[in-house]
């Protein structure tokens, strides 16, 4: 604790913070390694981070072409759950909560976990049977869920607009208690700390322009800071996980869209739990300033833009008023728009690559900061032993090819949208 005292705090507080110390190191890149991560967002670091932890392995650089944590690990609506029908995204999103519960304990940073709860309203009786199916096979799998009639959420989230005159009746929802939310920033800086700590070097403002692959194998990347050989490589870049891989001659089965989110000016606290909007496609949850942080649906065309555009936010705030009908006196902050990587059935891509000694971890659609921890965890292990794990044994690339595809219907910000 002594370097962070309260002595200390005063002392950086009087002076600027010109001698704080930094939290993980600023190293220049080596001409190799034996292992190179492309990518310092969530998943990136974790792989990292559980390289060295599960697996010994330190002799690792993560690259990332702007600063840590820029990409969509800072712009999502940080919710976290795994409130999943199929049995492989129930799994592996199982075992990212539990990851994320013990998570500020393991990291010695507190990345702000808050098991608030998910609310996933049903708007007909189609919609309460569904969400009792979808519940039971999360009890089936170890996963808490419980069917909520009309008054148990009107006592949870009495702002909803329960009157004979709603657009969208509520008759009832599915909630995960345990599902929540968590700080993004505090996310990749535990992460970034503890994994500079075990000896990964974290190479900011260094971007991959190439992939050098020789023989069937991948012998390392072509950066803006100098060649780095690599005996293996792993990409984590989200909505630029086609544009990378790429590089070394791979056509993914993934479209790269802008998804967008918003934030209003602080109120006093009043919404305790997260609540999502399957019919209309949208998502809300109050921040620890007060602020409502909400999303909506996809812009449905391809892009790498990380803006927004005036039709989706329309949509996306009529959403909103016609569950919160109170919100049209808000005053909205900010928005930004994510790029998001879409597999064609809306499950993730861990896996080996036909390119010998190359991994991908992409392709997750709406799911990707709530599964980083769990992400990170099998990547990790499948880059470590050359073979997946048995919860991400499911998600190749072959199988795209087979037609043994994983069509989750909740990969989406609710149970009935993907």
Same mark, same amino acid.
Request: glycine share 12%.
């Given at each position: 604790?002594?370097?962070y005292?309260? !002595? ?9 913070h010109?001698?704080?110390?930094r939290?993980?190191?600023?190293p220049?890149p080596?001409p190799?390694?034996s292992? /190179?991560i ?5 998943h ?22 702007g600063?840590?944590?820029g990409?969509?690990?800072g ?14 995204? %129930? ?19 507190n ?7 998910v ?21 089936l799998?170890?996963?808490? %869920?419980?069917l909520?009639?009309?008054?148990? /959420?009107?006592?949870m ?6 009157s004979r005159?709603?657009r ?27 994994a ?8 900011q403002?260094?971007e991959?322009t ?5 023989g069937?194998?991948?012998r390392?990347?072509e ?5 780095? %050989?690599?005996?293996?490589l792993g ?8 544009? /990378? ?8 089965p ?15 606290? !009043? ?5 999502t909007?399957?019919?209309g496609? !949208? ?8 602020e409502?942080?909400m999303?909506g649906?996809l812009?449905?065309?391809n892009s ?27 005053r ?16 993730p891509?861990?896996?080996k690559t ?10 997750w659609?709406?799911g990707?900061f709530?599964a980083?921890?769990g992400s990170?965890?099998v ?11 048995a919860?991400n044994?499911? !998600?190749?690339l ?6 043994y595809v ?13």
């Open positions: 604790m002594a370097p005292s309260i !002595f200390s705090l005063a002392k950086n507080a009087l002076t600027g010109r001698d704080w110390p939290a993980w190191r600023d220049e080596k190799r390694y292992v /190179v492309v990518g310092a967002g969530g990136g670091l974790a792989t990292a981070y559980y390289l060295a932890k599960e697996h010994g392995i330190t002799d690792v650089a993560v690259l990332e072409k600063w840590l944590g990409g969509n690990t712009r999502n609506t940080t919710i976290i759950r795994s409130n999943y029908l199929l049995d492989a995204n %129930a799994g592996l999103y199982e075992f990212s909560l539990k990851l994320w519960e013990g998570l500020s304990r393991d990291l010695n940073y990345v702000m976990a808050s098991q608030r709860g609310v996933n309203l049903a708007h007909s009786d189609a919609q309460m049977d569904a969400f009792a199916r979808r519940g039971n096979a999360m009890r799998n170890g996963i808490d %869920a419980e909520l009639g009309r008054e148990e /959420v009107r006592r989230v009495p702002l909803l607009d329960f005159e709603a969208f009746p509520i008759y009832g929802a599915l909630l995960q208690r345990r599902g929540g939310t968590a700080r993004h920033d505090a996310l990749a800086w535990g992460l970034a700390r503890a500079d700590r075990r000896g990964v070097d974290i190479i403002n260094c991959v190439g992939i050098r692959v020789e069937g194998r991948v390392g990347v950066t803006t800071r100098g060649y780095i %050989a690599a005996d293996k990409i984590a870049v989200a909505g630029h996980t086609s544009h /990378v891989a790429a590089m070394a001659g791979l056509r993914l993934i479209e790269s869209h802008v998804l967008q989110a918003f934030v209003s000016e602080p109120l006093k606290p !009043f919404l305790h739990t997260v609540v909007f399957g019919a496609h !949208f998502y809300v949850s109050q921040s620890d300033k007060g409502l942080v999303g649906d812009d449905m065309y790498y833009a990380q803006r927004g555009n005036m039709p989706m936010v329309e949509h996306t705030l009529a959403c909103g008023l016609s569950l919160f009908p109170s919100f049209s006196r808000l909205m902050m900010r928005l930004w728009g994510g790029v998001n990587d879409m597999t064609m059935d809306g499950s891509i861990i896996a036909p390119i010998e000694g190359f991994y991908i971890n992409g392709g659609c709406y990707g709530k980083s921890p990170g965890w990547f990790a292990h499948t880059i470590a032993q050359d073979r997946p794990h919860l044994e499911a !998600f190749t072959e199988r795209f090819e087979r037609g994983l069509d989750e219907k909740g990969a989406g910000p609710t149970p009935n949208a993907h």
